[in-house]
């Protein structure tokens, strides 16, 4: 068995962006119809080179529109290469977008099942563990209202709990955690340490350096899609914050 559980060899992710702006959904179709719609390459990624051993714990730093979210999301298989491959050797909880993989007409409840459920685990499973993943979220009140009505930090709440509920081999954690309270991002905090010390892989984004650097062993520094440096968490990001 290989020591990586990441694997990713010069992977590009690219857009097609609109080089002029439609104001609607009939314009737009107008346009397809007539064959005059004009798109303009954008590569969110470019030629990325990432390798991460199980049980080791990554940040990932850069500006806004760095390419962070994409690249998390091409490891999660949200999104597919352009070029180059990825291989993944490991089951894979990600926490990417507030919300996603929840139903806003659904309520807690339900919602647990279903998220549950796209995270591989069975309803048995889930069944057995609705306590559990409802006592960490601290969402005891609010089992049966739907989700649309919840705050961003609940919904945090949530997603962390079902996500974590059992060991995942890779857990991805997107500034999720920054819509929380204080006494939930240390709870969640405790959670990803438990987790690592256990030999899961932690890939890890947050705007707060200070929360990367006690969370993490290594970093990567991505800059407009591009990697421009990876190692040390100190290093890299004392790197970083120098360029900013």
């Known amino acids: 068995m290989s020591d990586y559980i990441i694997n990713i060899n010069n992977a590009s992710v690219r857009f097609n962006k609109a080089s002029e702006n439609i104001t609607g959904l009939k314009e737009y179709i107008i346009k397809l119809?007539?064959?005059?719609?004009?798109?303009?390459?954008?590569?969110a990624l470019k030629d990325i080179n990432f390798k991460v051993k199980r049980g080791e714990s990554w940040g990932l730093i850069g500006n806004?529109?760095?390419?962070?979210?994409?690249?998390?999301?091409?490891?999660?298989?949200?999104?597919?290469?352009?070029?180059?491959?990825?291989?993944?050797?490991?089951?894979?909880?990600?926490?990417?977008?507030?919300?996603?993989?929840?139903?806003?007409?659904?309520?807690?409840?339900?919602?647990?099942?279903?998220?549950?459920?796209?995270?591989?685990?069975?309803?048995?499973?889930i069944h057995s563990n609705f306590n559990k993943i409802v006592d960490f979220a601290e969402l005891q009140d609010f089992?049966?209202?739907?989700?649309?009505?919840?705050?961003?930090?609940?919904?945090?709440r949530l997603g962390f709990a079902i996500a974590t509920v059992e060991k995942p081999d890779i857990l991805i954690v997107d500034e999720v955690l920054a819509v929380g309270d204080i006494g939930f991002q240390q709870k969640c905090k405790?959670?990803?340490?438990?987790?690592?010390?256990?030999?899961?892989?932690?890939?890890?984004?947050s705007h707060s350096i200070e929360q990367v650097k006690e969370l993490c062993q290594y970093a990567i520094w991505l800059d407009k899609g591009e990697i421009k440096a990876m190692g040390n968490i100190s290093?890299?990001?004392?790197?970083?914050?120098?360029?900013?």
């Open 235 to 244: 290093e890299v990001s004392s790197a970083y914050l120098s360029s900013v």
């Open 190 to 205: 405790a959670k990803m340490e438990e987790l690592l010390s256990g030999g899961t892989t932690l890939l890890f984004v």
């Open 33 to 43: 119809v007539k064959d005059e719609l004009m798109f303009q390459e954008f590569f």
């Open 143 to 156: 089992l049966d209202i739907p989700i649309k009505n919840f705050s961003s930090g609940m919904s945090a």
């Open 64 to 125: 806004n529109g760095s390419g962070k979210s994409t690249l998390l999301k091409l490891i999660s298989g949200i999104l597919k290469p352009y070029q180059g491959t990825i291989t993944i050797s490991g089951q894979i909880s990600p926490l990417i977008e507030l919300g996603a993989g929840f139903d806003p007409e659904l309520t807690a409840r339900e919602n647990i099942y279903l998220n549950g459920a796209l995270l591989g685990y069975s309803r048995k499973f």
